[in-house]
């Protein structure tokens, strides 16, 4: 028996994406596919901080913090305001919490 996906195909395509939103999708998915990078995020929930306190909370050097919120900050997930020399970060908007939510969702699903 044949199968006549021709409707489905056509609603599919309709609504697949451009390869650049595609591509930046996949590179805003790929940030979150780092531990540390995951553990700034879930430090932020509660309002912002500076890098030490970051560093303090992770048990990590201040660099390495550093180099994670660079990473962050160029994902647009986390923003910045600077009091005299120290920067504190926070979430850049509510769907920064909302897509870790849904992940979480998704993985206590599977447990």
């Known amino acids: 028996m044949a199968h006549n996906h ?12 451009n390869d650049r939103v595609l591509f930046e999708l996949s590179d805003l998915f ?10 700034i995020l879930f430090s932020l929930f509660e309002g912002e901080l500076c890098v030490c306190a970051i560093a303090e909370l992770l048990k990590m050097e201040q660099s390495a913090v550093s180099h994670q919120l660079k ?41």
């Open 30 to 39: 790929k940030v979150f596919g780092d531990t540390t990078r995951m553990k």
């Open 71 to 111: 990473i962050l900050k160029n994902a647009n997930l986390v923003s910045f305001r600077r009091e005299g020399k120290t920067n504190c970060y926070f979430l850049a908007d509510e769907h920064v919490k909302s897509i870790i939510a849904q992940g979480l969702v998704h993985i206590e699903e599977e447990i």
């Open 6 to 17: 021709d409707e489905k195909l056509k609603i599919a395509a309709a609504n697949m994406p």
